[in-house]
T-cell receptor, first 115, second 114 residues
Framework: DTAVSQTPKYLVTQMGNDKSIKCEQNLGHDTMYWYKQDSKKFLKIMFSYNNKELIINETVPNRFSPKSPDKAHLNLHINSLELGDSAVYFC??????????????FGEGSRLTVL | GESVGLHLPTLSVQEGDNSIINCAYSNSASDYFIWYKQESGKGPQFIIDIRSNMDKRQGQRVTVLLNKTVKHLSLQIAATQPGDSAVYFCAENRSGAGSYQLTFGKGTKLSVIP
């Protein structure tokens, strides 16, 4: 029944490793997002995809590579993890922009800790 | 850069009192302003929005006020309850082709004292 689900919820790994976070939404939305929330709770957009096409790509190191196999999935792969990558990563989805305000539906987050 | 911010990082209120959370923004081109609530260990959840051509909107126990003259947004919560304890974010939205472009403020932590 979960609308936006992301796995894993917790991820602890060593510096230099490669890891992935998966996200799936069953809301039928066309657009999906990845946000990063730092230790001060600041939320910042990383990427957005609409129907598998990249729309927003903020200034994010190219070690981060999103992949959208279909419009219900948006996975995040991170290469060569660094200490500064430690954060909570949120996946979200929304309908394609139209007349609504821009309500995003967020997953519960994936807490990444890089040691 | 960041264009949305908050005046108060923390707010403690007595249960039953009203809460007011403030937010300042700098971009006048936004279409909508939105408030999100984030409970501990969960993702942000939409509370209420206001279109840029309005100055007030009411929901259930919540009211959002928009003052475009001073670029100020506030969220008022009536009869605050323990379940209202959370971090509250304001966000501005500029719709782009294919994707919303939300910019979030820093967040205010609301603690409700029983």
């Amino acid at each position: 029944d979960t609308a936006v689900s992301q796995t894993p919820k917790y991820l602890v790994t060593q510096m230099g490793n490669d890891k992935s976070i998966k996200c799936e939404q069953n809301l039928g939305h066309d657009t999906m997002y990845w946000y990063k929330q730092d230790s001060k709770k600041f939320l910042k957009i990383m990427f957005s995809y609409n129907n598998k096409e990249l729309i927003i790509n903020e200034t994010v190191p190219n070690r981060f590579s999103p992949k959208s196999p279909d419009k219900a999935h948006l996975n995040l792969h991170i290469n060569s993890l660094e200490l500064g990558d430690s954060a909570v990563y949120f996946c979200a989805s929304s309908p394609t922009p139209g007349s609504s305000s821009g309500e995003l539906f967020f997953g519960e987050g994936s807490r990444l800790t890089v040691l | 850069g960041e264009s949305v911010g908050l005046h108060l990082p923390t707010l403690s209120v007595q249960e039953g009192d009203n809460s007011i959370i403030n937010c300042a923004y700098s971009n006048s081109a936004s279409d909508y302003f939105i408030w999100y609530k984030q409970e501990s260990g969960k993702g942000p959840q939409f509370i209420i929005d206001i279109r840029s051509n309005m100055d007030k909107r009411q929901g259930q126990r919540v009211t959002v006020l928009l003052n475009k003259t001073v670029k100020h947004l506030s969220l008022q919560i009536a009869a605050t309850q323990p379940g209202d304890s959370a971090v509250y974010f304001c966000a501005e939205n500029r719709s782009g082709a294919g994707s919303y472009q939300l910019t979030f403020g820093k967040g205010t932590k609301l603690s409700v004292i029983p």
